[in-house]
């Protein structure tokens, strides 16, 4: 079957534009995770998803942050007036809820700020 | 806040050596796992431990989690160049209900 899909693949703005990155979670995942993961560096934790609420929102890194999700699906991360320290490789997993269950994660969208 | 730490952060190995990364946190874990990401890759989960003191073999990797919960380790046995990458242990801090804690990651190089 599919797995987690994103796109775009490869991103490249210039500063201040807002870029929108997308996620499609395995059908029938009901949680979903946006990490980012900087050049050499660990998966930082953004925003989890259980269907379509958000109860952990504490990793977004500012207020230009945000994300959203349709249902049990489709997922936005929007990012607005981007910065050059945005620069980064935005990794999405999906998974069934409860700590138990492995994240599946996407290719990721990496992202260049010009 | 909560953090589960991994270390090294680093370690370069020559093939045939083994290899070991360590996983640690400040408070129980109501289970552990573990990632491998390939060089240009995203991770890729390898397994799952739940109960105290469990072991698990998968081939040359050994698994294991502490009596008390609170640490676990990744053994390789005779590295091959098809091991690199960066493994990374994530926590499970609140059985579900809060998302996995990951490490930052242990980069493993073999030299050939």
């Known amino acids: 079957g599919a797995g987690v899909s994103q796109s775009p693949s490869n991103k490249v703005t210039e500063k201040g534009k807002d870029v929108e990155l997308r996620c499609d979670p395995i059908?029938?995942?009901?949680?979903l995770y946006w990490y980012r993961q900087r050049l050499g560096q660990g998966l930082e934790f953004l925003i989890y998803?259980?269907?379509?609420?958000?109860?952990?929102k504490s990793g977004l890194p500012s207020d230009r942050f945000s994300a959203e999700r349709t249902g049990e699906s489709v997922s936005t991360l929007t990012i607005q007036r981007t910065q050059q320290e945005d620069s980064a490789v935005y990794l999405c997993?999906?998974?069934?809820?409860?700590?138990?269950?492995?994240?599946?994660f996407g290719p990721g969208t990496r992202l260049t700020v010009l | 806040g909560q953090q589960v730490m991994q270390i090294p952060q680093y370690q370069h190995v020559q093939e045939g050596e083994d290899f070991t990364t360590y996983c640690n946190s400040s408070?129980?874990?109501?289970?552990i796992q573990w990632y491998k990401q390939r060089p240009g890759g995203h991770p890729v989960f390898l397994i799952q431990l739940v109960k105290s003191g469990e072991v698990k073999k998968q081939k040359r990797l050994t698994f294991q989690f502490g009596e008390a919960k609170k640490n676990s380790s990744l053994h390789i046995t005779a590295t091959q160049t098809t091991d690199v990458g960066t493994y990374f242990c994530?926590?499970?801090?609140?059985?579900?209900?809060?998302?996995?804690?990951f490490g930052k990651g242990t980069r493993l190089s073999v030299i050939a």
């Open positions: 059908s029938g995942h009901t949680a």
């Open positions: 997993a999906s998974g069934l809820a409860g700590g138990l269950n492995e994240q599946f």
């Open positions: 994530a926590g499970d801090l609140n059985s579900g209900n809060t998302p996995l804690v």
């Open positions: 408070t129980t874990l109501s289970n």
């Open positions: 998803f259980q269907g379509n609420s958000a109860p952990d």
